[in-house]
């Protein structure tokens, strides 16, 4: 397992981080899983002895259940073990039982502690953007709980590039203590990581944890173009997130991821997780699973590294179309891009310097 520095904080994550999404399968949490304590525990065994040391919850996941049974999972484990969780969904009937006020934050975070049976949480994520709050109220209240020691480092997830990029410029301007990394989407399916948020994590030095990068099991290779979809399973026509724009992409992409896979005589998934890791800027990607098969298959692309020709196929298979104004930066301003200008455009400025003039 590789041990990898979280942006430019001092903090050396795994590059695969266990989700707990599955724990509990409370509400509308019970489609992604109904993992037990005992279920829990095993899957920690696995991850703990493959090399994981990072763990992701989120209050909102199956109602504060999933929080509850991670830490019992943890309970007499070692404190090397770090734990992430998140807030800014709605956890009550209340009017500010929602949100990123000062006055929500701080409750959350205390009942994410009480819930997880800790006395400090190592990576705090706000869940989501809020419009509606100013962020100097939302990065002081962070700012209050990283001094109290009830939290280590912080993080944004779904953001946008300009809401981070204010969030960091707040936090300077008012000598706030700032987000470290962002948690963010990004798969073969769909990349559009790479017009802003990447190169931002790259110019700024954010760290980076993806979440779904099988894009919901998209990638495992059981949805083909043209074969029958797996019985008791979502759609591809019906998926409500991620969402698919294009299938006919899709299906393109994991005709490459399962060539790659049947070469290799491993899974698509492996391959898909292993893409995803080895791409720029990435610090650490969030793993689940429904079994403890699907997980042990998940650990094996941790030592798996694609070669650059096999990247190169499923880069030119997910590539995304270069939007104004990537295209004419990459047409007009080529000879002074930098190493975060390159991640979106540098496959394009390759292209170009290889044709005759």
Same mark, same amino acid.
């Given at each position: ?300 692309? *941790?030592?798996?590294? @694609? %070669? #650059?020709?096999?990247?190169?196929? /499923?880069?030119? $298979?997910? =590539?995304?179309?270069?939007?104004? !104004? ?6 007009? *301003?080529?000879?002074? @891009? %930098? #190493?975060?200008?390159?991640?979106? /455009?540098?496959? $394009?400025? =390759?292209?170009?310097?290889?044709? !005759?003039?």
């Amino acid at each position: 397992m590789q041990y990898r520095q979280l942006g430019r904080s001092g903090l050396r994550i795994s590059a695969f981080t266990l989700g707990t999404m599955t724990f509990g399968g409370k509400g509308d949490f019970a489609k992604t899983g109904d993992t037990d304590l005992a279920g829990a525990r095993r899957q920690l065994d696995l991850c703990i002895e493959a090399g994981i040391n990072m763990f992701d919850t989120a209050d909102i996941y199956s109602s504060g259940v999933s929080e509850e049974i991670l830490g019992a999972a943890l309970k007499g484990r070692s404190d090397d073990i770090m734990v992430t969780t998140k807030a800014r969904f709605t956890m009550g009937k209340g009017a500010n039982d929602a949100g990123l006020s000062r006055y929500h934050l701080i409750r959350a975070c205390e009942a994410s502690l009480q819930r997880l049976g800790r006395d400090h949480i190592d990576l705090y994520y706000l869940h989501e953007w809020d419009g509606q709050t100013p962020l100097d109220e939302t990065l002081e209240a962070l700012d209050t709980l990283t001094r109290a020691g009830k939290i280590r480092y912080t993080g944004v997830s779904n953001f946008s590039a300009w809401h981070l990029m204010k969030a960091l410029s707040v936090a300077e301007r008012d000598r706030l203590i700032a987000p470290v990394a962002q948690q963010i989407y990004y798969s073969l399916q769909a990349r559009e990581a790479e017009y802003e948020l990447l190169p931002l994590s790259l110019d700024q030095g954010i760290g980076v944890q993806v979440w779904s990068p099988m894009a919901g099991g998209l990638l495992s290779g059981k949805y083909r173009r043209g074969r029958p979809q797996p019985a008791g399973t979502r759609q591809i026509e019906k998926w409500g997130e991620p969402p698919v724009h294009d299938i006919e992409k899709l299906y393109d992409v994991v005709e490459v991821l399962v060539s790659i896979a049947e070469a290799r005589n491993i899974s698509a998934a492996q391959v898909a997780l292993a893409w995803v890791a080895q791409r720029p800027a990435i610090t650490s990607i969030v793993i689940g699973a429904r079994t403890e098969a699907q997980l042990v298959d998940n650990l094996k692309a *941790a030592d798996l590294v @694609l %070669s #650059a020709e096999e990247i190169s196929r /499923l880069d030119e $298979a997910s =590539a995304p179309p270069l939007l104004y !104004p990537y295209w004419h930066q990459a047409s007009n *301003a080529s000879d002074r @891009l %930098s #190493a975060a200008d390159l991640l979106l /455009l540098g496959p $394009a400025v =390759a292209a170009k310097a290889s044709r !005759p003039e």
